[in-house]
């Protein structure tokens, strides 16, 4: 099943090329997983820009002022989406990566554990944020990334 099945997207044909620009690597980083690289798909010029292309196209018009990139994958993608869409960049980052006063959330994976900070002041009350990774596995990533963007 595409993502796009429940988004409207479902006979766009930019989604199967972008699924298959995806490589799965099995039992990556620990047996079980089935890790979706996405490095195959910067490879492709095409379905790269296909997938900024859709997310531009779907946020555009709904007020975004500032788009959250969950490092390092929301990094690839974040910037190009927050230029088109004409909203802030805010990098989430791993620990004592961000110089200066920042806030953490520590959250749980698929495979461990993991902790995210942003710069406190990043995002101001009342601005509409979008978060950008590379996929929801147990949604632990996610769950962090609005708690912080909720506390700056």
């Known amino acids: 099943m595409f993502a796009g099945d429940q988004n409207g997207l479902q006979d766009d044909p930019r989604l199967k090329a972008i699924s298959e620009a995806i490589r799965v690597v099995p039992h990556f980083p620990k047996p079980g997983i089935m890790f979706q690289d996405i490095t195959t798909l910067l490879l492709d010029h095409k379905a790269f820009k296909d997938t ?34 004409g909203a802030k960049f805010v990098p989430l980052r791993k620990p004592r990566k961000l110089p200066g006063e920042v806030i953490s959330e520590a959250y749980v994976l698929e495979y461990g554990t993991d902790c995210l900070e942003i710069h406190v002041g990043a995002v101001q009350p009342g601005e509409r944020a979008l978060v950008i990774d590379d996929l929801v596995a147990t949604g632990g990533t996610l769950s962090a990334a609005i708690r912080l963007l909720g506390t700056t």
């Open 52 to 85: 900024v292309d859709i997310f531009v196209d779907r946020y555009r018009e709904m007020g975004i002022s500032v788009v959250a990139g969950v490092e390092a994958r929301g990094f690839m993608f974040g910037p190009s989406i927050a230029l088109a869409i």
